[in-house]
């Protein structure tokens, strides 16, 4: 196998993608690609199996997407015979990943489909009987509709596993191998991931064909962009300081341990006065929705999470990530780190234990190859200030404003009426609103003013 790394400024008009994506891009203000890009892009163009290992926030959805594009183009949608795949770990990732990949799939006449639990089968069973080009699916859902004989993935001659890492962790090996002994014999395969080992590595010798390796970020929390704090804290003050955190300026997603002890923990904060939002596995998908888009709008610039509910998290300018219960190990630590500090940006991780946890809390970090700064806080301390921006709470408690009806919104020269983001999210399985690269890409922290300006829309887009 072959070891490749990429720097270059290089235009994405080199890369060989399809000149209407470039087009597109460029009136996006995104003329260079990111080094994951750069690097991945002409070999998987070129037909290559590509095995990249990147941290989230560096661009892969671009990554894969504009190659995934670009040889899809022109092809036939067959009914219930896709020919590209894109398996995530979750279903947030799933959205975000499809939202990012809309703009560009419009302008190449290229479909896809969102394919994920918690959302109604008849629209994705509608979609799949028109027929699509690609999915992007989550594993449990996808295997669901193969065993109903709603999706046939024998003509998949491009399939993505991204985040394969997060895979393995939640046990989905099983169901991805079942799902691409499915796909077409010699099917073209790319992987990302944080990592590379356990079972990741059995799956890459598997089924993967002398794959080109790209390895653009190291297995550990970065050091140049994150600062990284462990504050000792009696159990007593715990929630008064986390609190105080809570009422920061800035966006902040706190991890906890439990599903009970995410929302023991939101509670508390929003009676504190403390605008903030619970995310974890037992809520509903449109709950979990809503409670997403709050937090990507600032509504709640504090976002209360358990691990497997923050996984695919991909939302731009957290600037603190506070680990409330320690992780269980350095994988843990590095994916909630990865929150913060996206594409170039700065961040801080604080690791909040008393001081019996302290020699617990020290050998994890020197596994995840961090050397954190350590100081005893309590509540209102400078020391607390100065490392998180913390803040005494208002004391009044604090309500999410009352949801107004959306207005149903129409795609141009479609004629059919778009979804609403918000608890009806499900209704159509697919967010609206995409922007280019979007957040799960990592592409748009590079260039959020562009996004942000709407630029990244195509003519399709338009009254949306």
């Known amino acids: 196998m072959s070891s490749k790394s990429s720097k270059s400024a290089v235009q994405f008009s080199?890369?060989?993608?399809?000149?209407?994506?470039?087009?597109?891009?460029?009136?996006?203000?995104?003329?260079?690609?990111?080094?994951?890009q750069a690097a991945t892009i002409p070999d998987a163009v070129a037909g290559r199996d590509v095995l990249a290992r990147a941290q989230t926030g560096s661009g892969k959805t671009l990554a894969f997407g504009l190659a995934m594009l670009t040889k899809l183009g022109g092809r036939r949608a067959e009914p219930r015979q896709p020919v590209g795949l894109i398996l995530v770990p979750t279903r947030e990732l799933a959205m975000q990943v499809s939202d990012a990949l809309q703009p560009l799939s419009d302008a190449c006449g290229v479909r896809g489909r969102l394919i994920a639990g918690g959302m109604p089968y008849i629209k994705q069973i509608q979609a799949l009987d028109r027929g699509v080009h690609y999915l992007?699916?989550?594993?449990?859902?996808?295997?669901?509709?193969?065993?109903?004989?709603?999706?046939?993935?024998?003509?998949?001659?491009?399939?993505?596993?991204?985040?394969?890492?997060r895979m393995a962790d939640m046990g989905?090996?099983?169901?991805?191998?079942?799902?691409?002994?499915?796909?077409?014999?010699?099917?073209?395969?790319?992987?990302?991931?944080?990592t590379l080992d356990g079972d990741v590595d059995a799956l890459i010798k598997r089924y993967m064909k002398d794959p080109v390796r790209h390895s653009l970020s190291p297995a550990q929390a970065s050091v140049d962009t994150m600062d990284h704090h462990v504050l000792l804290v009696h159990?007593?003050?715990?929630?008064?300081?986390?609190?105080?955190i809570g009422a920061r300026a800035g966006r902040?997603?706190?991890?906890?341990?439990?599903?009970?002890?995410?929302?023991?923990?939101a509670d508390y904060m929003t009676s504190q006065g403390v605008a903030a939002g619970a995310l974890h596995g037992g809520k509903s998908q449109a709950v979990r929705?809503?409670?997403?888009?709050?937090?990507?709008?600032?509504?709640?610039?504090?976002?209360?999470?358990?691990?497997v509910a923050a996984r695919g998290i991909h939302v731009d300018g957290i600037s603190l990530v506070v680990h409330v219960d320690a992780p269980n190990d350095p994988k843990d630590y590095l994916h909630r780190a990865g929150r913060t500090a996206r594409a170039g940006e700065s961040g801080t991780v604080v690791t909040l234990g008393s001081p019996r946890q302290q020699r617990h809390i020290s050998a994890l970090t020197s596994k995840a190859g961090v050397k954190p700064a350590v100081a005893r806080v309590r509540p209102g301390d400078a020391q607390l200030i100065s490392i998180t921006g913390a803040q005494e709470p208002s004391g009044i408690a604090w309500f999410p404003p009352k949801e107004k009806p959306a207005k149903p919104t129409f795609r141009q020269g479609r004629g059919g009426p778009r979804g609403q983001r918000g608890p009806r999210q499900h209704a159509t399985d697919r967010p609206s609103g995409a922007r280019l690269g979007g957040a799960a890409g990592g592409h748009a922290n590079g260039h959020r003013k562009a996004a942000n300006?709407?630029?990244?829309?195509?003519?399709?887009?338009?009254?949306?």
């Not at 090996?173 to 691409?180: A, D, H, K, N, Q």
């Not at 809503?290 to 358990?306: E, K, Q, S, Y």
């Not at 709407?454 to 887009?461: H, I, N, V």
């Open 14 to 36: 080199d890369l060989g993608i399809a000149s209407v994506l470039v087009d597109v891009l460029k009136r996006a203000g995104i003329k260079e690609p990111f080094p994951i």
């Open 136 to 165: 992007v699916a989550t594993p449990g859902r996808l295997v669901d509709l193969v065993n109903r004989g709603s999706v046939d993935l024998s003509k998949v001659t491009f399939t993505v596993l991204d985040e394969a890492d």
């Open 172 to 194: 989905f090996m099983p169901i991805v191998r079942e799902i691409l002994d499915l796909t077409s014999r010699g099917s073209q395969r790319l992987l990302f991931s944080a």
């Open 235 to 244: 159990p007593a003050d715990k929630n008064e300081v986390v609190t105080q």
């Open 252 to 265: 902040t997603i706190f991890f906890v341990r439990t599903q009970a002890g995410v929302d023991r923990l």
């Open 289 to 307: 929705t809503r409670t997403l888009a709050d937090f990507r709008a600032g509504i709640t610039p504090a976002l209360v999470a358990t691990d």
């Open 453 to 464: 300006s709407g630029t990244a829309r195509t003519s399709k887009q338009g009254s949306r």
